[in-house]
């Protein structure tokens, strides 16, 4: 898998990332410990090299397994991981950045980010200039190489980058979630900012695996996803089935074709989650797919089948 660079950094990154909010547990059902630690290196073994969690995915435990899967390969790939809206103060930062390499058993992060905002999840208001002069420190003693942050908007993004290089953005963004496009991606395109999208499947959405009539268990996340809730499912499974045959004269999955034309648009590279080995090995191929431009704009008709329903919220859950 061709690597790209990170904002102007000089870490390199590949397209495809693994995600790992699943591995925390926390959030999610039926998740085995050895099955993340398998899947992570499954990942790592189909060229996936770029490993994205953060410290509040499970406390910490998202970290310690990739730690676990990734130890002995660890100047082969790329860690990053975020501080939660709650450590946004100088010390916080420093202490949370601490933590976040002894769970990786590492002594230095390839990007680290703000995860939210201050004042997310009713967290304490951090002027920006406190955390970025914390991440600048971090940057200068060489513990972390590049700076991002996640669920920004254009606004905060802009504030941000006056007190020092950002070099991502990482926001929910995929075929079926587009509110980036209207809003930060202008801006990332501009200064060289790379976007890392979350959910790019729209949390599994896009495999074209749950049908109607679907029911999740009220402790996964999807149960509050506004994309699985009623006119919005419906308008889904209509674009998936002009999707499917675009699909499969690729030889490829559903899954596949929405990552593709997700690492097709400006600046733009995928953060991919997975269960199983097989899934992650699903999600490297698709950074094989070639599309045509003519591809590329009717699949972007297809997606506004949903998207062009969505409300102006840049938050997929209703939380």
């Given at each position: 898998?061709?690597?790209?660079?990170?904002?102007?950094?000089?870490?390199?990154?590949?397209?495809?990332?693994?995600?790992?909010w699943?591995?925390?547990?926390?959030?999610?059902?039926?998740?085995e410990d050895?099955?993340?630690?398998?899947?992570?290196?499954?990942?790592?073994?189909a060229?996936?090299?770029?490993?994205?969690t953060?410290?509040?995915?499970?406390?910490?435990?998202?970290?310690?397994?990739?730690?676990?899967?990734?130890?002995d390969?660890?100047?082969q790939?790329?860690?990053?991981?975020?501080?939660?809206?709650?450590?946004?103060?100088?010390?916080?930062?420093?202490?949370?950045?601490?933590?976040?390499?002894?769970?990786?058993?590492?002594?230095?992060?390839?990007?680290?980010?703000?995860?939210?905002?201050?004042?997310?999840?009713?967290?304490?208001?951090?002027?920006?200039?406190?955390?970025?002069?914390?991440?600048n420190?971090l940057?200068?003693?060489g513990?972390?190489?590049?700076i991002g942050?996640?669920?920004?908007?254009?606004?905060?993004?802009?504030e941000?980058s006056?007190?020092?290089?950002?070099?991502?953005?990482?926001?929910?963004?995929?075929?079926?979630?587009?509110?980036?496009?209207?809003d930060?991606?202008?801006?990332?395109?501009?200064?060289?900012?790379?976007?890392?999208?979350?959910s790019?499947?729209?949390?599994?959405?896009?495999?074209?695996?749950?049908?109607?009539?679907?029911?999740?268990?009220?402790?996964?996340?999807?149960?509050?996803?506004?994309?699985?809730?009623?006119?919005?499912?419906?308008?889904?499974?209509?674009?998936?089935?002009?999707?499917?045959?675009?699909?499969?004269?690729?030889?490829?999955?559903?899954?596949?074709?929405?990552?593709?034309?997700?690492?097709?648009?400006?600046?733009?590279?995928?953060?991919a989650?997975?269960?199983?080995?097989?899934?992650?090995?699903?999600?490297a191929?698709?950074?094989?797919?070639?599309l045509?431009?003519e591809?590329?704009?009717?699949?972007?008709a297809?997606?506004?089948i949903?998207?062009e329903?969505h409300d102006?919220?840049?938050?997929?859950?209703n939380?």
């Amino acid at each position: 898998m061709e690597k790209r660079t990170l904002g102007t950094s000089d870490v390199k990154i590949s397209p495809i990332l693994m995600g790992t909010w699943q591995a925390g547990k926390k959030m999610w059902v039926g998740i085995e410990d050895a099955d993340s630690i398998k899947t992570i290196r499954a990942a790592f073994e189909a060229g996936i090299t770029t490993v994205d969690t953060a410290e509040v995915y499970g406390e910490g435990h998202s970290e310690q397994i990739v730690a676990e899967a990734l130890s002995d390969v660890r100047n082969q790939v790329e860690y990053a991981t975020k501080v939660f809206a709650n450590h946004l103060k100088y010390d916080q930062v420093i202490q949370a950045c601490d933590r976040s390499l002894k769970n990786l058993q590492t002594d230095y992060i390839d990007l680290y980010q703000i995860h939210w905002p201050a004042g997310a999840f009713n967290s304490e208001i951090v002027p920006i200039e406190e955390t970025m002069n914390a991440l600048n420190h971090l940057k200068e003693q060489g513990k972390i190489r590049a700076i991002g942050v996640s669920n920004f908007s254009r606004a905060q993004l802009a504030e941000a980058s006056q007190y020092g290089r950002i070099d991502s953005l990482q926001p929910p963004y995929s075929l079926f979630w587009r509110q980036v496009e209207k809003d930060a991606a202008p801006y990332c395109v501009e200064n060289h900012i790379s976007i890392l999208a979350y959910s790019p499947l729209a949390q599994g959405l896009l495999t074209g695996k749950f049908t109607r009539g679907q029911q999740f268990d009220p402790a996964d996340n999807r149960a509050k996803n506004k994309l699985f809730q009623g006119e919005n499912f419906e308008r889904a499974q209509q674009a998936l089935d002009k999707l499917r045959p675009i699909a499969e004269s690729h030889n490829a999955t559903l899954a596949q074709l929405a990552l593709a034309w997700l690492i097709a648009q400006p600046q733009t590279n995928a953060i991919a989650g997975a269960r199983y080995p097989e899934q992650a090995k699903d999600n490297a191929q698709a950074a094989n797919i070639q599309l045509s431009p003519e591809e590329i704009s009717e699949i972007d008709a297809i997606g506004r089948i949903v998207t062009e329903h969505h409300d102006d919220s840049a938050v997929m859950w209703n939380w």
